[in-house]
């Protein structure tokens, strides 16, 4: 299934509803960026045998919830990456 398809299933507009909730965004925000942010970072720096860390170093907020949902509903496909999320790191919205 494409991308574009994952983004209309249920699974994935309850998801994205309660991250964005929860990280005080605008749905449509993380949906946009979901749109490109899973093809365009998760590849060139996922190792197939490591955890993928999603870090507040390194991705703004919007970026890390579109990611957070997309990996929510993964996780119960066979085969799922491996990820969690680091926000200990502090970083600055405006600096990522």
Avoid at 34 to 41: G, H, R, V
């Amino acid at each position: 299934m494409q991308l574009e398809g994952l983004i209309e299933l249920p699974e994935f507009k309850e998801i994205v509803r309660k991250e964005a909730r929860a990280r005080g965004l605008v749905r449509k925000d993380v949906v946009d960026c979901a749109k490109s942010i899973y093809t365009e970072l998760l590849p060139p720096v996922y190792r197939r045998n490591e955890t993928f860390i999603i870090r507040d170093t390194d991705f703004t907020l919007r970026e890390r919830a579109a990611l957070v949902t997309l990996l929510k509903m993964q996780s119960k496909w066979p085969q799922a990456l491996l990820w969690r999320e680091d926000v200990s790191g502090g970083a600055d919205e405006g600096n990522v």
